[in-house]
């Protein structure tokens, strides 16, 4: 007996989530390129490194960059320090991803440029790997089509 196509998402719109998570992720890969090639201070993440590297540590212990993607780019909408705690739904819903470091007082740019392009690279991966698996189950639901009723 085959599934009904309403407990799962039809192939296509697995198919589009995979493909905007590709976006998303070559987006990034574009925001690690300019944030390895370019001075921090002339970079998208300035602000990040502004609040990581200006804001009291013994107040705040991490400070998050937004960032959206949109029309192919990625948009670093806000940044957020935080004391303790989590992010409230309505501020993370309205972005695709997140880049949070610790407040450290004095960080180099270089070193932010490698724990960021390292967070930054571990988003890559996550959303690549999400868009694998959502192709994935898109195939396998087709092929499931054909099968016996």
Same mark, same amino acid.
């Given at each position: #007996? !085959?599934? !009904? *196509?309403?407990?799962?998402?039809?192939? /296509?719109?697995?198919?589009?989530?995979? @493909?905007?998570? /590709? +976006?998303?992720?070559? +987006? %990034?890969?574009?925001?690690?390129?300019?944030?390895?090639?370019?001075?921090?201070?002339? !970079?998208?993440?300035?602000?990040? =490194?502004?609040?990581?590297?200006? !804001?009291?540590?013994?107040?705040?212990?991490?400070?998050? @960059? =937004?960032?959206?993607? $949109?029309?192919?780019?990625?948009?670093?909408?806000? $940044?957020?320090?935080? &004391? +303790?705690?989590?992010?409230?739904? $309505?501020?993370?819903?309205?972005?695709?991803? #997140?880049?949070?470091?610790?407040?450290?007082? *004095?960080? #180099?740019?270089?070193? =932010?440029?490698?724990?960021? *392009?390292? $967070?930054?690279?571990?988003?890559?991966? /996550?959303?690549?790997?999400? &868009?694998?698996? %959502?192709?994935?189950?898109? &195939?396998?639901?087709?092929?499931?089509? *054909? +099968?016996?009723?």
């Amino acid at each position: #007996m !085959s599934r !009904s *196509g309403r407990d799962e998402p039809d192939p /296509e719109e697995l198919r589009e989530q995979a @493909a905007e998570n /590709e +976006a998303i992720a070559d +987006a %990034l890969e574009d925001l690690v390129i300019e944030l390895r090639d370019e001075p921090v201070k002339e !970079s998208r993440l300035e602000g990040l =490194f502004d609040e990581a590297t200006t !804001s009291d540590p013994r107040i705040w212990n991490t400070v998050t @960059a =937004f960032i959206d993607v $949109e029309d192919g780019d990625a948009v670093v909408t806000d $940044e957020s320090k935080l &004391a +303790a705690g989590k992010w409230a739904p $309505e501020i993370v819903d309205d972005c695709d991803t #997140m880049v949070t470091i610790d407040i450290q007082r *004095g960080l #180099m740019p270089d070193d =932010f440029t490698y724990q960021v *392009g390292r $967070e930054l690279q571990d988003r890559i991966t /996550e959303f690549g790997e999400e &868009a694998a698996e %959502l192709r994935q189950r898109a &195939a396998k639901l087709e092929g499931d089509d *054909g +099968a016996s009723d």
